[in-house]
């Protein structure tokens, strides 16, 4: 049985071959948006190494220099408006996974009802040739997905 599995992942590979797997490999990051605790929040999950490219030298040696590095990368590259309020982004969190980086992220808005929801995010676009970016917000028992890349950077979501 093992000899099968090893010969058909042989088979595979000088099949497709190594570099057009690698070619194809799922590059995302994914933002929620979610009301908890009488506010609006943000969870942003991104690839470890991809932020590490796009940030770059600017991230410092400590853990408090690479935070502002990269509140600083997330501010110039996302922005988003709730009913025309523009948010400002109040980063409460950031979690260090393995292969991840959490950030949570407050919105700066008044609580209100939700009628439209603005985004415009180029995170990781430039650095990332195949970077997709997911936005996800569940308002109003509604739950409601885009998808943002180098050709769609922005998306209005209406409730």
């Not at 088979?11 to 057009?20: E, M, T």
């Not at 942003?44 to 940030?55: G, P, Q, S, T």
Request: with cysteine.
């Amino acid at each position: 049985m093992r000899r099968k599995v090893c010969i058909t992942i042989l088979i595979l590979n000088v099949l497709v071959g190594v570099d057009s797997v690698k070619a194809h490999e799922l590059n995302f990051g994914l933002f929620e948006l979610f009301e908890q605790d009488q506010a609006y929040f943000m969870e942003i999950r991104l690839d470890k190494a991809n932020l590490v490219e796009a940030v770059g030298n600017n991230a410092g040696k400590s853990k408090e220099d690479w935070n502002c590095a990269l509140s600083q990368y997330l501010n110039a590259h996302m922005s988003l408006s709730i009913n025309e309020a523009i948010a400002s982004f109040d980063y409460q969190a950031f979690t260090f996974l393995d292969d991840i980086i959490v950030v949570t992220a407050k919105l700066d808005v008044p609580l209100q009802e939700i009628s439209t929801i603005k985004v415009d995010n180029t995170v990781l676009l430039e650095t990332i040739e195949n970077q997709t970016n997911i936005i996800k917000a569940a308002f109003h028992s509604k739950k409601r997905s885009f998808r943002l890349d180098k050709d769609r950077v922005s998306t209005i979501i209406k409730y």
